[in-house]
């Protein structure tokens, strides 16, 4: 049985990789992404984590990785299907049958896009509608996109396709935006942009793709694409019956990563916290291997 399996390969579960590699654990760090290093690698840039000022989450992401690599840390290409308690600890069972074993657990799972309810959505869900810029954004050269959101990814979103399409639409259902105000300051003094608070989208309308986008105060708007941004929901399905979730599905744990279930510890977005960034998911990755050798001292 391993010491420790970490679930998940983004910035709170490769930290715990290089923190459980240097306490010398026996473990392994599963993900199911072919060198995934999390949702920062969506992220145009990066001016908020030390030491990495305007990087573009995609290089700080594979320097994580590399970081991880270079100490050795024993990766698993894998997607963790079910966690079972056995005596002394944990039975993760993957989606290509690998089956593991562990005395104690870190899941790193993170969180994913969490979609528009609107009319029109199934029709168009790979014709004009997406959730990743980096990926999908270059399409928009010279077009007109609208993007649903109001925090700091909408705004980033908004900027980046400022940057490409000819007209970008900001669609806020509140009045005020959450996210940077100097970006978003950057954004409304752009005359291809149009910001749109107290505004939600009712409907998507199209023949072969989206065209069109008819509003909640009447109005219709002409868009070739759609990008949501309005936030992430946690990948913690597998764990409901296993650890106290609190009523948003977030996994209940404190600043030492500790949950409701012995030996199961829970780092980085996918736990209760203020702030999810990957500052606060990789000081997590640290607290949850040094929870982790508390809880195996106990059995020494
Ligand atoms: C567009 C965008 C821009 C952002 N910009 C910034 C920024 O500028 N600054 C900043 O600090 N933060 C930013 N963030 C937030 C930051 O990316 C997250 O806070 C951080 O990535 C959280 O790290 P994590 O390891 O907890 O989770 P994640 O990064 O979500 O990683 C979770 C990992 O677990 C894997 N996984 C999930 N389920 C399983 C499973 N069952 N089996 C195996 N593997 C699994 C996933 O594939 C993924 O690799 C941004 C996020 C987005 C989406």
């Known amino acids: 049985m391993l010491d420790l399996l970490i679930i998940g390969s983004g910035p709170a579960g490769l930290s715990a990789g290089v923190y459980a590699k240097r306490a010398n654990l026996n473990f392994i760090l599963a993900e199911k992404e072919f060198l995934g ?19 573009s989450g995609y290089d ?12 050795r840390v024993p990766f698993l290409i894998g997607e963790a299907r079910e966690i079972l308690p056995v005596p002394g ?24 896009t969490r979609h528009l309810d609107i009319m029109g959505q199934d029709a168009f869900g790979r014709k004009g509608i997406h959730s990743c810029v980096v990926c999908d954004g270059p399409y928009y050269k010279n077009k007109s996109v609208a993007v649903v959101g109001g925090g700091d990814t909408a705004i980033d979103t908004a900027k980046y396709l400022s940057d490409l399409a000819n007209q970008v639409y900001l669609i806020h259902w509140m009045n005020e935006f959450q996210g940077n105000e100097t970006t978003l300051d950057k954004l409304k003094a752009d005359s291809r942009v149009e910001v749109l608070p107290n505004t939600s989208v009712l409907m998507a309308l199209g023949q072969e793709s989206l065209e069109s986008l008819v509003l909640s105060n009447g109005r219709i708007i002409k868009v070739d694409g759609l990008f949501e941004a309005i936030g992430a929901l946690p990948e913690t399905e597998m764990l409901k019956e296993i650890a106290a979730l609190d009523e948003r599905g977030y996994i209940k744990a404190g600043e030492d990563c500790i949950t409701s279930a012995p030996g199961l510890f829970a780092a980085g977005d996918v736990r209760t916290k203020r702030l999810r960034q990957v500052s606060t998911a990789v000081a997590d990755g640290a607290n949850a291997v040094y929870s982790v050798m508390e809880y195996l001292r106990r059995f020494e």
């Open 37 to 55: 290093a999390g949702q920062i690698m969506n992220s145009i840039r990066v001016d908020n984590y030390l030491g990495f000022y305007g990087i």
């Open 60 to 71: 700080l992401g594979d320097k994580f990785r590399l970081h991880a690599e270079e100490l």
């Open 89 to 112: 600890g944990w039975r993760v069972i993957f989606d290509k049958g690998d089956v593991q074993e562990a005395r104690t657990l870190i899941y790193c799972g993170g969180t994913r």
